[in-house]
């Protein structure tokens, strides 16, 4: 019986088999998008921070690529000077919250005030038949970005109080905004804070546990909706702690910092394997490539259920939408249940 993309992702989340592998992105850049849509210039004033669609934009580019899902965007600001890439893209550079004295400086959106949801409100309610994705931080991440990963890492050791102080400021505003947007219609709810490099995470297990995870356990008291992580790098020193917290879902387990064959047997059981079309594919690959590429994680990874494709990151500005469409398709041409390849 052929499902509704919400229907495919949740099932998917359940780790149980739908009747198609789920494509579900996280982001797709603007740029990218136009590029795919043929969208003209004009239509490409927005928020380069944020990447915010409308649900109507939102869903044209998931049916254009063929994705089960679309996502609203909801993070609180993060405290650095930007960069401008290519396009016009920012990127974050040195951190501005430098010792306590900059804490005025930190003021971030008032998670109570019914104005910051309305925008959110209105996504969910036009999701249509897709798996709306409410994507935030929890705040480690944004807060290593606002105290710069040298200040960060000076104040681990030297100002864990001030530290803390910072990281308590974003977790206490995600906490009440998780109260908020899990009430109004979406189906996931996704956090975004990277932990690692690609050789092992940022901090030592034992720092983990004493700096992050608390903060974690006290988002996961307020998210009542399926939960889906999402880190680059290796996370395998860390893992079952973050699997403690009854997570739903791993994104996007990077190729060449954890083996997503490797998941599946060891923990395919536990939760849903969101992953890992490689990005050097999608940006530099031939088409038959990339269908290669789908069709081996689909054969390894998919049957049992538990299973969605998903670019190895997100879809970035600088991909062949060549490519891209390429990966949609092969979701279409070998994903259908049973997984028979």
Known sequence: MSMTSRQRVMTALRRQEPDRVPYFELSVDRALAAQVMGWS??????????????AAEAKEVSARLQMDNIRYVLRAPVYAKKEAGQDGRLFYGAGLIRSEADLDMLKLPDPHDDA???????????KGDYAACLVTRMGIFPTMLSLGIDGFSYAL??????????LDLYCDWTVAVAERVCKLGFDLFATTDDLAFKSAPFFSPKVFRELVMPRYRRLREAVTLPWMVHSDGNLMPILEDILSLGIAGLHP?????????AMKRD??????LMGNVDLNLLGLATEEEVDQEVREL????????????????????????????????????????????
């Open 253 to 261: 387990i990077e190729k060449g910092a954890m083996d997503i064959r």
């Open 116 to 126: 910051l949801y309305e925008e959110a409100a209105e996504f969910a309610a036009n």
């Open 157 to 166: 050791y030297e100002n864990r109080s001030f530290l803390e102080k910072v």
């Open 41 to 54: 210039a004009a239509s490409q004033a927005f928020d380069r921070e944020s990447n915010q669609y409308t």
């Open 267 to 272: 923990y395919g059981g536990r939760l849903c």
């Open 298 to 341: 689909i054969r390894d990874i998919a049957p049992g259920g538990g299973y969605m494709v998903t670019s190895g990151n997100s879809l970035a500005g600088y991909l062949k939408g060549e490519n891209v469409i390429a990966m949609a398709r092969a979701v279409q041409k070998y994903g259908r249940y049973p997984i028979r390849l």
